[in-house]
């Protein structure tokens, strides 16, 4: 009954890292996406040229 336990355990674990992982993967493709727009949506700066849209 051990072993049985303890495949099943090491199955759900597997299993909610890799959903962990598909997670992660996702929020990475949206972070890059929007930190790309940032170059394209930019606000003018005082002179009229395109400003940073960070602030470092």
């Excluded at 049985?4 to 990475?28: D, E, N, P, R």
Aim: net charge positive; charged share 10%.
């Amino acid at each position: 009954m051990i072993p049985l336990l303890l495949v099943l355990l090491l199955a759900l674990i597997l299993f909610g890292a890799g959903f962990a992982l598909k997670a992660l993967w996702w929020v990475a493709v949206i972070v890059v996406v929007l930190w790309l727009l940032g170059f394209v949506v930019r606000p003018a700066g005082h002179d009229g040229r395109k400003g940073r849209w960070y602030r470092w």
